[in-house]
């Protein structure tokens, strides 16, 4: 299933002469694709392309059930998560679904200054530490991504998504918050960068 997805979108392009995550433009067409795909993200996680452990610098997609979920004002329950520390029974990362799409895009085009190669193979990530986000004002974006995620409340395998995959994914509709709508969640996250 996962691999029909990202697969279908990425032989779409080719057709059309784009390479995925290479130029601004074939970056664009690839998002703009992706917004129009409805896909179930539990049945992305149920796929033999899941795995157990996560990797600083990675994108990935899981199911979280936070523990407490009673204080927050909402949350996602399907995270797309780039990793950027691990912490005492979890990790920090950046959950790019708390962006509108615009916001998203922004913040990963300059996320891609960071890449630890041009092959955008299985081994390309992303160099990220907390410090180098705040140092850069080309990544003011990121504050309202910082999520802190407990391993005991993961609830799902992790489905890392591959770096050729990485505008497709980001511009899927996965995210499912929880108690509050898309719309104020975008709103606060707009608030929060100013």
Do not use: C
């Not at 615009?102 to 300059?110: E, F, I, K, S």
Request: charged share 25%; proline share 6%.
């Amino acid at each position: 299933m996962v691999a029909y997805v990202f697969d279908r979108i990425i032989a779409q392009g080719a057709r059309a002469g784009q390479i995925p995550a290479r130029t601004r433009d074939a970056r664009n067409w690839f998002r703009n694709k992706a917004k129009g795909t409805g896909v179930s993200p539990n049945r992305l996680l149920t796929g033999p392309d899941a795995v157990s452990g996560i990797e600083p610098g990675q994108m990935y997609l899981f199911n979280y059930d936070p523990k407490f979920k009673q204080e927050l004002p909402y949350y996602d329950n399907f995270p797309l998560v780039f990793p950027i520390d691990t912490v005492s029974r979890g990790f920090i990362g950046l959950n790019m679904h708390y962006l509108p799409l615009r916001q998203r895009a922004v913040l990963m085009d300059a996320l891609y200054d960071t890449v630890t190669d041009q092959r955008y193979d299985q081994g390309t990530k992303l160099k990220l530490s907390y410090s180098i986000l705040k140092r850069a004002s080309k990544f003011n974006g990121f504050k309202p991504t910082i999520k802190k995620y407990l391993n005991s409340q993961v609830k799902s395998r992790f489905l890392k998504i591959e770096s050729v995959e990485w505008d497709i994914a980001l511009f899927l509709p996965l995210q499912r918050f929880r108690k509050a709508s898309s719309g104020t969640v975008y709103r606060d996250s707009l608030e929060k960068m100013r």
